[in-house]
């Protein structure tokens, strides 16, 4: 069983964070917009294996993991809800209409990796809208998948 987080009350929004992050990113993101809708929603945090709590878990191929997040809704018995999944998350999410046909009843998709195979995309090349001036002390990792590269985006990061 995945690792996971419940925060309120109301009708559950299930988050699916992109690869290499874990649960607790989308919470900065998302957090302050359901602070005054915490009876509202009940919002779930899922950590996707390998990249959460427990780290040392390995990697394993999205075909199971997808069964590894279906086991972990299904044991929350939702009768009706939405997903969130941010990049791969969201190519995550894409697929889980196929096992909640009437419980799942929106998707919202946040820069959505909807093509795997990297060969087969088309991407455009990455502006960066804001480059701290200090940008040396910022990886090159980091400047290849964020615009804005500032301190607080770094810390993120």
């Not at 809708?37 to 999205?62: C, E, H, K, V, W």
């Not at 086991?71 to 995550?92: E, N, T």
Request: charged content about 15%.
């Amino acid at each position: 069983m995945l690792n996971f987080i419940t925060i309120g009350r109301g009708f559950p929004v299930v988050m699916l964070h992109g690869y290499e992050l874990d649960r607790t990113s989308l919470m900065p993101l998302l957090e302050p917009f359901f602070q005054n809708q915490a009876r509202t929603y009940q919002r779930i945090y899922i950590d996707l294996p390998g990249m959460g709590q427990p780290r040392d878990q390995l990697f394993i191929d999205s075909a199971t993991t997808l069964q590894m997040v279906v086991q972990v809704i299904k044991s929350l018995q939702l009768s009706r809800f939405v997903v969130l999944g941010q990049s791969y998350g969201g190519y995550l999410t894409t697929r889980l209409a196929n096992y909640f046909p009437r419980e799942l009843t929106a998707q919202l998709l946040v820069v959505p990796m909807v093509v795997p195979a990297t060969t087969q995309r088309k991407l455009a090349q990455l502006q960066h809208t804001y480059v701290s001036p200090n940008a040396a002390q910022f990886s090159i990792g980091f400047g290849e998948v964020n615009v804005v590269l500032n301190q607080l985006k770094y810390r993120y990061y």
